[in-house]
């Protein structure tokens, strides 16, 4: 049986590959689309990055900036499951550390230290060891042990079910979409940390749904808004009903 790790890094290099095909669907999608192909793209997109992404792996599974009921738990989860960017243990431990040795030779994803190459196509998740004190937490939790051990189960389940609907969707409702959450997801990292420490963005911050004001979020890694026009991180506020902590400009 292969331990946690071995385990872990075969999930991120297939998503790796996963991931490099979904990127090279975005240019065979432009090429060839419909109005009604281009709607359903958004809706994959905002399903895999902003509900998978941001709101499951990241405000959640990494910090805990929220307190949705367990049903949204389990669907963020599997929304991130479908961005193919590793199941969130895998994705919260690394980031944890990212956050524990920000900008160091230790951080798993600096451009500085490991490269923008490297940090923009996330290459540290192939070799980088989950360390325990990272990934404690997460581990303990069901719902992400769930995901851990279905992991493939539900991205081929959630496949099978768009290609009996219609083949062509798995590229624009799935693949482009993924591939388009990998670019936002290596533009933050590589522009974010361009200077050595986290900057803030305007621009990236509103279109990722909140994830450009990166030195802020590495100032209060807890504060669920983090700006004025955080509109994301002021819907999920809404939404479950959160407490309002006053943001930073």
């Not at 693949?175 to 990236?204: D, W």
């Amino acid at each position: 049986m292969l331990g946690f790790n071995q385990e872990s890094k075969i999930h991120a290099g297939m998503n790796h590959w996963i991931n490099i095909i979904a990127m090279i669907s975005i240019p065979v999608f432009i090429w060839q689309f419909t109005i009604f192909q281009l709607i359903m793209c958004a809706v994959g997109y905002f399903l895999w990055h902003n509900i998978g992404v941001i709101a499951g792996y990241h405000k959640l599974a990494s910090h805990r900036q929220y307190s949705p009921p367990k049903w949204f738990k389990y669907f963020s989860i599997t929304c991130g499951t479908m961005s193919a960017q590793s199941p969130a243990i895998s994705w919260a431990s690394q980031h944890t550390a990212h956050h524990a040795y920000s900008d160091t030779e230790n951080d798993p994803h600096s451009p500085v230290h490991k490269g923008v190459w490297n940090a923009f196509l996330n290459i540290h998740y192939l070799t980088k060891e989950i360390k325990p004190i990272h990934s404690r937490r997460v581990i303990k939790d069901d719902v992400y042990m769930w995901q851990y051990n279905n992991y493939w189960l539900i991205i081929f389940s959630i496949i099978l079910a768009l290609a009996f609907i219609d083949p062509f969707s798995v590229i624009y409702f799935w693949l482009v979409p993924c591939g388009l959450a990998r670019l936002t997801e290596s533009y933050i990292i590589a522009i974010n940390h361009r200077e050595g420490g986290p900057v803030n963005n305007y621009f990236v911050g509103v279109v990722s749904g909140g994830e450009g004001w990166h030195r802020n979020h590495h100032d209060n890694a807890n504060r669920l808004v983090l700006h004025p026009h955080d509109w994301f991180g002021k819907t999920l506020q809404w939404v479950f009903n959160q407490k309002k902590l006053k943001h930073v400009e």
